[in-house]
């Protein structure tokens, strides 16, 4: 079984949608979770990025997580054609024994297109 | 400058060339990471470094692969006799807390 797995699209959704973008994962370890956008050709930006689990809200972006299922979710809400993009999940741990680097384990991405 | 940046942006060689890529970090950034993004993949964790030694290498996928960092700055990673399963992305991220980590924007090696 892979770590991560994301639900692998692609996704295309007319402007002004609702997106929900999904992500689960089997290591318990993990302790913080991102969401990273990337655009053709260019390296990932981080998006969102929380420890716990809930709901954590950025402007039209909410990141939710659900660590009992082992689920996370991102949420887009008044889909713009400038949010299409590749949305990855990633998740991370600290590590034990002061081996804290905060490796991150990535899904494979979901290719989001928003059109006029 | 303000980023993580990458050189060279594309890189094409032939199959058993050895090929250099290089990362040059924000300044005061200690860690670093590569990663390696196949077409329609996710990113695959290659190597990381603390200040300029490596404690994982675990990711490197071959012994044909090495990195090295120099003044806790700049780091080059090196494949030697180049496959075409080499052929992807080359991701360098850098990070001050271990928590955040910027991208650079990538090293596109094609293999022919």
């Known amino acids: 079984q892979k770590e991560v797995e994301q639900d692998p699209g692609p996704l295309s959704v007319p402007e002004g949608a609702i997106v929900s973008l999904n992500c689960t994962y089997s290591?318990?370890?993990?302790?913080?979770f991102m969401w990273y956008r990337q655009y053709s050709r260019k390296g990932p930006e981080l998006l969102m990025y929380t420890y716990s689990s809930g709901n954590k809200e950025d402007g039209r972006f909410t990141a939710q997580v659900d660590k009992s299922s082992k689920y996370i979710s991102l949420f887009i809400r008044d889909s713009q054609p400038s949010d299409s993009a590749t949305y990855l999940c990633?998740?991370?741990?600290?590590?034990?024994?002061?081996?804290?680097?905060?490796?991150?384990?990535f899904g494979q991405g979901t290719i989001l297109t928003v059109h006029p | 400058g303000a980023g993580v940046s990458q050189s060279p942006s594309n890189k094409v060689t032939e199959k058993g060339k050895d090929v250099e890529l290089r990362c040059d970090p924000i300044s005061g950034h200690t860690a670093l990471y590569w990663y390696r993004q196949r077409l329609g993949q996710g990113l695959e964790f290659l190597i990381y470094?603390?200040?300029?030694?490596?404690?994982?290498k675990s990711g490197l996928p071959s012994d044909r692969f090495s990195a090295e960092r120099t003044g806790e700055s700049v780091s080059t990673l090196t494949i030697q006799r180049t496959q075409q399963e080499d052929s992807a992305v080359y991701l360098c991220?850098?990070?001050?807390?271990?928590?955040?980590?910027?991208f650079g924007p990538g090293t596109r090696l094609t293999v022919l």
């Open positions: 290591n318990s370890a993990f302790q913080y």
């Open positions: 990633a998740w991370g741990w600290s590590g034990a024994g002061g081996t804290s680097y905060g490796k991150l384990t």
């Open positions: 470094f603390q200040g300029n030694s490596a404690p994982d």
């Open positions: 991220a850098s990070s001050a807390r271990f928590t955040v980590w910027f």
